[in-house]
């Protein structure tokens, strides 16, 4: 299937600072690579709201008619001393250490939680989830790259980068050299040996008991933040790709400084659109372990609420769909309950409809085309949710409510014709079964969907045997997602 003919998609890019008009250079393969966790802590709402716009994208894109290839990394290797960390997430950290954990058990806990949450949230998986861990020879080989294009220095086993080599540095600070925040300025050692405060470390030396450090002909140490996911972009993507996702607290320096490194170790562009979520407060302040107000899904399924269960990542979402991704988020319980109820609403609204006579052709071919121009129109959200509002009013029943929640839940995913009172439904797998089926065995799920709609029925069908032999079956259900059930 081809993209759909007469509706472009428009993203905001924040290179050019407008709306562009989507062309990918393979539309059977859009690639995007999205910053991933690093996995010292649970990801809270606000990490989640980020992760969101990366799976609204593809789901998106999918229904347009693209097709996608996803690469999103797990930061997996410290940055404990090097990274702006609050004090209490180093203190979870020493705590876990002082009951015998490695770095790398807890980067492997935090890692399958990050999986368990994304399911909960009926994220589609990444097809490659690279470990920054397991690919530093590759960021080895960037940074001699970068030697050999003179954009190198540094001594007593600190290696910069010189972002005057850089071709266009800046277009995300937007500021000349000079001008800028220091980027890093938590540890001193670090910038002994700065020409500039731009300028950034592609390589350290390894302090005392640091468990991750690799052999170099530089010494002994580990590689800097930002030319780890350069060096995994360009592995999986190559160094021109598509769309590069991420939360807008990274465009500076994180992204500016990735898309430096390649820019000048290939002379190629690196992202052709870059897309940044926008912020999440809860009740007007930045979240924080101290403030106590840095919530997980957990947090959200404790809630008290008179009566009811606490509220689903399902409820979640939808209350994240309520906001155009580029606008700050303020989080309150308020907020949280009155999107609950819009979704209860909607999704009664939906089955009531399914259960009448079928009716509405004539409006639902004009409601489709809404919910298209919604999301083609810079994903807007808010826009198609209100089009599936709007849908349930004009009374559409039977097969047309049935065929357009399925079509629309594809990119929603809040569960529009599930049980509206556990109202926890999503994807097929409700958030309490999610918990407990094996992140992997959802993971080949999904895959398995993607196999299945790209007509691969040969890998679709090896994977099912894969399910069975983890104790599941699949049950296929037309266009929606497949359901899992325990055999
Ligand atoms: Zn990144």
């Not at 190198?152 to 972002?163: P, W």
């Not at 898309?259 to 924080?288: C, E, I, P, Q, Y």
Request: charged share 25%; glycine share 10%; proline share 5%.
């Amino acid at each position: 299937m081809g993209p759909c003919a007469g509706m472009p998609l428009f993203l905001h890019d924040s290179a050019s600072r407008g709306n562009v008009p989507f062309a990918p250079v393979d539309p059977e393969r859009v690639r995007i690579y999205t910053c991933g966790p690093t996995v010292y802590r649970y990801a809270h709402i606000g990490n989640l709201r980020t992760y969101l716009l990366t799976d609204l994208l593809v789901r998106s894109l999918r229904i347009l008619g693209f097709g996608t290839f996803t690469v999103q990394n797990i930061t997996d290797m410290g940055h404990m001393q090097h990274e702006r960390l609050e004090a209490g997430e180093d203190k979870v950290i020493a705590a876990a250490r002082a009951a015998g954990k490695s770095a790398g058990e807890i980067a492997r806990f935090f890692t399958e939680a990050f999986f368990r949450d994304g399911a909960r949230m009926a994220f589609l998986p990444a097809d490659v989830y690279p470990r920054a861990s397991e690919h530093v020879p590759e960021m080895i080989a960037l940074v001699s790259a970068l030697e050999d294009r003179g954009a190198v220095y540094g001594e007593g086993g600190y290696l910069y980068f010189d972002v005057t080599k850089a071709p266009g540095y800046g277009i995300f600070s937007g500021a000349g050299l000079g001008e800028a925040e220091p980027a890093e300025r938590t540890d001193e050692a670090i910038h002994r040996h700065k020409r500039r405060p731009e300028d950034f470390t592609l390589w350290m030396p390894a302090e005392p008991g640091r468990e991750f450090q690799w052999e170099s002909r530089w010494g002994r140490g580990w590689p800097g933040w930002h030319i780890e996911c350069a060096a995994m972009a360009v592995k999986y993507l190559g160094p021109e790709f598509d769309v590069h996702v991420g939360g807008i607290d990274l465009r500076f320096p994180h992204h500016e400084n990735s898309r430096a490194v390649v820019a000048t170790a290939t002379g190629k562009r690196f992202a052709t659109v870059w897309v940044h979520a926008a912020h999440l407060l809860v009740d007007g302040k930045k979240m924080s372990k101290s403030a106590g107000n840095e919530y997980t899904l957990d947090d959200l399924a404790a809630a008290p609420r008179p009566g009811r269960k606490g509220f689903s990542p399902a409820d979640f979402r939808y209350y994240s769909l309520t906001l155009h991704y580029s606008s700050p988020m303020n989080f309150t319980w308020d907020g949280q309950e009155a999107a609950a109820r819009a979704r209860s609403r909607l999704q009664a609204a939906f089955r009531r409809g399914a259960l009448q006579a079928t009716s509405g052709e004539v409006a639902a071919a004009a409601l489709r085309a809404e919910f298209l121009d919604a999301i083609s129109d810079d994903l807007n959200m808010p826009r198609a949710l209100a089009v599936a509002h709007k849908a349930v009013r004009s009374g559409i029943g039977g097969d047309v409510a049935r065929s357009l929640a399925a079509e629309w839940d594809a990119v929603l995913a809040v569960g529009l014709l599930s049980e509206a009172d556990g109202g926890s439904e999503v994807d097929g797998v409700r958030a309490g079964e999610a918990e407990k089926t094996p992140v992997e065995v959802v993971s080949m799920a999904r895959e398995r969907d993607t196999l299945r709609a790209a007509g691969d029925y040969a890998g679709a069908d090896a994977l099912r045997g894969r399910i069975r032999a983890a104790g599941y079956d699949v049950v296929d259900a037309g266009v929606e997602p497949s359901r899992l059930v325990k055999r």
